[in-house]
């Protein structure tokens, strides 16, 4: 039921509309992440079912800093490689009923392609999604996989995800 909004001044009216509205709230919604922090922020500060009923989750960031390859980045949040780590780790492991992830990640400045295949392992200990898409988009022009490796390795990811849960 993805794009049905349900109003949330719908659960103030009384305790059992609250009950039974509140798990659908987290279940059909899609949740519109722009920050590594916003998703461990909401992690710590929902229940924990709710958390595992979260179904729909899109995930836009500029990644201008790689996490665990840049010796440029700074090591202060969301920028370091521990709140990257954090974060998919919440997705794979606190996010149980997720089906549906959609990532955009805008790259800032040139890097080493291979270097994708380390800052994106996080992204292998998922499991369970029905639909998967990651997009990478490079705010430069020099994108070259002339050897189709880097696709490879998307691919390899998006096989990985949609893999049942254990």
């Not at 039921?1 to 109003?7: A, F």
């Not at 920028?79 to 009923?97: L, P, Q, S, Y």
């Not at 990532?103 to 996080?122: G, H």
């Not at 880097?150 to 096989?159: D, G, N, P, T, Y």
Request: hydrophobic letters at 40%.
């Amino acid at each position: 039921m993805p794009g049905k909004n349900i109003n949330p001044a719908l659960i103030k009216t009384c305790r059992q509309i609250y009950m039974e509205v509140t798990p659908l709230i987290y279940s059909t919604n899609t949740f519109d992440i722009g920050n590594l922090d916003d998703l461990i922020f909401l992690n710590q500060t929902i229940l924990p079912n709710r958390m595992a009923s979260i179904r729909f989750l899109r995930i836009g960031w500029s990644v201008c800093f790689l996490p665990f390859c840049d010796s440029l980045k700074p090591t202060d949040r969301p920028h370091d490689d521990e709140t990257w780590r954090r974060f998919w780790n919440i997705i794979a492991t606190r996010m149980t009923g997720l089906t549906d992830l959609d990532v955009t990640l805008r790259i800032c400045r040139p890097y080493e392609l291979s270097l994708e295949k380390i800052w994106l392992k996080p992204l292998m200990d998922i499991r369970g999604l029905r639909r998967f898409i990651l997009e990478i988009v490079y705010n430069y022009n020099n994108f070259r996989d002339p050897e189709g490796e880097v696709l490879a390795f998307r691919k390899e990811i998006e096989r990985a995800v949609c893999q049942p849960r254990d």
